[in-house]
């Protein structure tokens, strides 16, 4: 495990700390000028918590219909990540937005099913620390509606009327948009594994703890 | 009856005669509202976009550290509490 972490820890350090100097080179965009460079950050945090939102869901899967509790651990791991990818999109969209837009927010279709999928997760979340003992079961059932969500999410903007760009702009980039577009979806890509193993590297001690408190009463 | 028939049928009809009677008579002229170029105000809204940039890279990098932050916290703490069970085990 520490031949491919300590790699993945430098990976991930590197590239996501190289990201801000891409994204500085990139061109500027012709409409919005500087604001736009907020894309860098907020369409890779978009992609990794649907990313996110299917390992939880997977996993949950795995976890109902196996009964795998290295699954369930995952599947947390994986529900607190789409929370906080989540979190940083619907900040740092509105920001943009409100240069772009003239207006913080809109209750269109992207913006909407968009918090609507963070909050499932936020409520995963929410039932796993406090629903008590059983709880497991009845998160993974949201894990699994909250994937089913993501598909919605992602086509509303092709198929609602939006101000949200559509999915057709990022294979529509630029070639030196593109680069550091695609640079900074590795560096988020590395910082996502990371993350989420380190995450499940928690609920795996969380685990040897609760089998030793057993052993201790026994 | 038949004789309070045109009545009854007068006064189902009078309101609507008068809300005839009061609408207006085409669509209202938007023309006089618009405002030449050069008459505009001197100062428009003009937001500046680099703290709104610097904002969103602040909350991406702050958000980040935090939660890695936490999760630091949160494997010391386990550390601990595991060690403490096995000396604890190790002793019964």
């Known amino acids: 495990m520490a031949r491919v972490f300590l790699p993945l820890v430098l990976v991930a350090m590197v590239l996501f700390a190289a990201a801000p100097l891409v994204v500085a080179n990139a061109p500027p965009e012709q409409t919005m000028g500087l604001v736009q460079k907020i894309f860098y950050y907020h369409v890779p945090s978009a992609m990794l918590m649907f990313v996110s939102a299917f390992v939880c869901g997977i996993a949950s899967a795995v976890f109902l219909f196996r009964r795998s509790a290295a699954a369930d651990r995952v599947a947390l791991a994986a529900g607190e990540l789409v929370v906080l990818f989540g979190a940083i999109v619907l900040v740092t969209g509105p920001l943009w937005a409100r240069k772009a837009w003239g207006v913080w927010w809109e209750w269109d279709a992207r913006l909407t099913s968009s918090l609507l999928l963070w909050m499932i997760f936020l409520a995963y979340l929410l039932v796993r620390r406090f629903g008590g003992p059983g709880s497991e079961k009845l998160a993974g059932a949201m894990a699994l509606f909250g994937m089913a969500n993501v598909p919605f999410v992602y086509v509303s903007v092709n198929y609602w009327r939006t101000l949200h760009p559509k999915t057709s702009v990022v294979m529509t980039l630029a070639p030196g948009m593109r680069a550091a577009f695609w640079f900074c979806v590795a560096a988020f890509a590395a910082l996502y594994v990371l993350l989420l193993t380190l995450r499940k590297r928690l609920e795996d001690r969380q685990a040897e703890v609760e089998q030793l408190y057993l052993a201790a009463e026994d | ?92």
């Open chain 2, 1 to 92: 009856m038949k004789r309070l028939l045109p009545l009854i049928v007068l006064c189902a009809l009078l309101p609507g005669a008068l809300t005839l009677a009061q609408a207006p008579a085409g669509p209202p002229s938007t023309q006089a509202d618009f405002v030449p170029v050069n008459q505009l105000p001197a100062q428009t809204e003009q937001l500046p976009a680099a703290p709104l940039l610097m904002g969103a890279y602040a909350f991406v990098w702050v958000a980040l550290l935090v939660y890695v932050w936490s999760l630091w916290r949160r494997m010391t703490k386990l550390e601990h509490e595991l060690a403490d069970l096995r000396r604890r085990l190790q002793k019964l």
